[in-house]
């Protein structure tokens, strides 16, 4: 029996974050919903997962497309389960800021803001109702970029999710939490 579903958008490569996350929502028992751009990357990551009993399902998602964001939404709370939803994608381009182009900061925006927004509103819509569930924000979409800071950025998410979606108020909907710890087995 399923413990509820789990939405990772932003699963690439099968040694990133997103698809071991994806495989540890699994081994917990959820069935797994993996979205990202590239369908052969899905499908290596779902076989893995299959492999080890779970349950899995992929889906094709532009992140910045908000008819693909609802579709992913349409398909992974047919069974109004999602407990757990992750937005993962990023690419982290450590371009000084004086050599970026315009072209390179619309797509990271559009990646990370806009994507991270389209994912986030979906992602709360379906929540919010049941009073229930967590939103992650990992990577790029949760700390400011590398040449905001003039240091390399650090490993780690930052301690609190601060992102413009838990500021403007939806904390009052949604009990977000972290409790998830990737270091036990």
């Not at 399923?2 to 690439?12: D, I």
């Not at 997103?18 to 081994?27: E, K, S, T, V």
Request: charged fraction near 25%.
């Amino acid at each position: 029996m399923s413990k509820g579903t789990a939405v990772v958008v932003g699963v690439g490569a099968e040694t990133g974050l997103g698809a071991a996350l994806a495989r540890r929502f699994a081994h917990e028992g959820m069935r797994v919903v993996i979205s990202g751009r590239t369908e052969k990357r899905l499908r290596a990551t779902a076989a893995g997962i299959d492999d080890a009993g779970g349950q899995v399902l992929i889906k094709v998602t532009d992140a910045t497309r908000e008819k693909d964001v609802l579709a992913l939404f349409d398909e992974a709370d047919v069974e109004a389960d999602v407990e757990l939803v992750v937005y993962n994608v990023g690419n982290n381009v450590a371009a000084p800021a004086l050599d970026t182009t315009s072209e390179l900061f619309e797509g990271l925006w559009r990646q990370n803001a806009l994507g991270g927004f389209l994912v986030g509103r979906e992602a709360a819509r379906r929540l919010a109702p049941h009073q229930k569930g967590t939103i992650l924000f990992t990577g790029l979409p949760a700390r400011p970029p590398r040449f905001a800071r003039g240091r390399p950025s650090s490993p780690l998410p930052p301690p609190r999710l601060r992102c413009a979606l838990w500021r403007r108020g939806w904390r009052a909907n949604l009990r977000l939490k972290a409790s998830i710890s990737l270091m036990s087995s």
